[in-house]
Protein backbone atom coordinates (compact mmCIF):
# COMPACT_ATOMS: atom_id res chain seq x y z
CA UNK A 1 0.00 0.00 0.00
CA UNK A 2 1.31 3.47 -1.04
CA UNK A 3 0.68 6.39 1.42
CA UNK A 4 0.71 9.96 0.63
CA UNK A 5 0.91 12.63 2.90
CA UNK A 6 0.35 16.72 2.06
CA UNK A 7 1.86 19.28 4.58
CA UNK A 8 2.67 22.83 4.35
CA UNK A 9 -0.76 24.28 4.10
CA UNK A 10 -2.04 27.40 6.71
CA UNK A 11 -3.15 30.71 6.93
CA UNK A 12 -1.71 33.44 4.46
CA UNK A 13 -2.06 36.90 3.34
CA UNK A 14 -3.03 37.73 -0.12
CA UNK A 15 0.37 38.40 -2.18
CA UNK A 16 1.85 35.59 0.09
CA UNK A 17 3.58 32.54 -0.65
CA UNK A 18 3.27 28.33 0.78
CA UNK A 19 4.85 25.29 0.08
CA UNK A 20 3.17 22.48 -0.31
CA UNK A 21 4.60 19.28 0.01
CA UNK A 22 3.43 15.98 -1.08
CA UNK A 23 5.58 12.85 0.49
CA UNK A 24 4.59 9.19 -0.83
CA UNK A 25 5.86 5.94 1.07
CA UNK A 26 5.32 2.17 0.83
CA UNK A 27 6.95 -0.31 -1.56
CA UNK A 28 7.39 1.98 -4.31
CA UNK A 29 9.13 0.86 -7.42
CA UNK A 30 8.21 4.22 -9.53
CA UNK A 31 6.23 7.49 -9.01
CA UNK A 32 4.96 8.08 -12.58
CA UNK A 33 3.12 11.48 -11.84
CA UNK A 34 1.93 13.05 -9.44
CA UNK A 35 -0.86 16.00 -8.99
CA UNK A 36 -1.96 18.66 -7.12
CA UNK A 37 -5.33 19.49 -6.85
CA UNK A 38 -7.77 21.97 -4.68
CA UNK A 39 -11.58 21.42 -3.66
CA UNK A 40 -13.69 23.89 -2.09
CA UNK A 41 -16.85 23.04 -0.68
CA UNK A 42 -19.69 22.42 -3.37
CA UNK A 43 -17.70 22.38 -6.06
CA UNK A 44 -15.72 19.54 -8.25
CA UNK A 45 -12.08 18.43 -7.25
CA UNK A 46 -9.72 20.78 -9.88
CA UNK A 47 -6.43 19.75 -11.03
CA UNK A 48 -4.02 22.61 -9.82
CA UNK A 49 -0.82 21.38 -11.35
CA UNK A 50 1.19 18.09 -12.55
CA UNK A 51 4.05 16.92 -13.31
CA UNK A 52 5.38 13.30 -14.85
CA UNK A 53 8.40 10.77 -13.73
CA UNK A 54 10.10 12.88 -17.48
CA UNK A 55 9.35 15.97 -15.25
CA UNK A 56 7.07 17.50 -17.86
CA UNK A 57 4.43 20.08 -15.79
CA UNK A 58 0.99 21.03 -17.02
CA UNK A 59 -1.18 24.20 -14.98
CA UNK A 60 -4.13 25.62 -14.52
CA UNK A 61 -4.46 28.48 -16.58
CA UNK A 62 -5.79 30.15 -13.09
CA UNK A 63 -2.48 29.68 -12.03
CA UNK A 64 0.13 29.40 -14.27
CA UNK A 65 3.06 31.88 -13.73
CA UNK A 66 2.61 31.89 -9.48
CA UNK A 67 2.37 28.14 -8.76
CA UNK A 68 5.51 26.28 -9.76
CA UNK A 69 5.41 22.06 -8.97
CA UNK A 70 8.97 20.13 -8.57
CA UNK A 71 10.10 16.94 -7.41
CA UNK A 72 12.69 15.40 -5.69
CA UNK A 73 12.94 11.68 -6.64
CA UNK A 74 15.14 10.60 -4.18
CA UNK A 75 13.09 11.93 -1.82
CA UNK A 76 9.98 10.68 -3.17
CA UNK A 77 8.16 14.17 -2.88
CA UNK A 78 6.96 16.90 -5.29
CA UNK A 79 6.75 20.07 -3.88
CA UNK A 80 4.07 22.92 -4.94
CA UNK A 81 5.10 26.37 -4.40
CA UNK A 82 2.61 28.89 -4.78
CA UNK A 83 3.44 32.56 -4.85
CA UNK A 84 0.95 35.71 -5.31
CA UNK A 85 -1.76 33.82 -3.74
CA UNK A 86 -5.36 34.99 -3.93
CA UNK A 87 -7.89 34.50 -1.90
CA UNK A 88 -9.65 32.28 -4.37
CA UNK A 89 -6.85 29.86 -4.24
CA UNK A 90 -8.39 29.21 -0.53
CA UNK A 91 -9.17 25.36 -0.82
CA UNK A 92 -7.86 22.27 0.39
CA UNK A 93 -5.10 20.61 -1.53
CA UNK A 94 -4.90 17.21 -1.82
CA UNK A 95 -2.02 14.79 -3.55
CA UNK A 96 -2.16 12.31 -5.99
CA UNK A 97 0.29 9.70 -6.87
CA UNK A 98 0.14 6.82 -9.32
CA UNK A 99 2.95 4.21 -10.51
CA UNK A 100 4.22 0.90 -9.74
CA UNK A 101 4.89 -1.05 -6.53
CA UNK A 102 6.39 -4.55 -6.40
CA UNK A 103 2.84 -5.81 -5.86
CA UNK A 104 1.11 -3.60 -9.11
CA UNK A 105 0.12 -0.49 -10.18
CA UNK A 106 -0.56 2.45 -7.44
CA UNK A 107 -3.05 5.16 -7.70
CA UNK A 108 -3.38 6.99 -3.87
CA UNK A 109 -4.89 10.48 -2.64
CA UNK A 110 -3.80 12.17 0.57
CA UNK A 111 -6.13 13.41 2.93
CA UNK A 112 -5.53 17.12 2.14
CA UNK A 113 -4.44 20.30 3.77
CA UNK A 114 -6.09 23.41 3.89
CA UNK A 115 -4.90 26.22 1.90
CA UNK A 116 -6.50 29.84 3.29
CA UNK A 117 -5.68 33.34 1.77
CA UNK A 118 -7.03 36.29 3.53
CA UNK A 119 -8.06 39.61 1.54
Known amino acids: QVQVVESGGGLVQAGGSLRLSCAAS????????VGWYRQVPGKQRELVAA???????NYADSVKGRFTISRDNAKNTVYLQMNSLKPEDTAVYYC?????????????WGQGTQVTVSS
Open 51 to 57: ITSGRST
Open 96 to 108: NADGFTDWGPYDS
Open 26 to 33: GSIISIHS
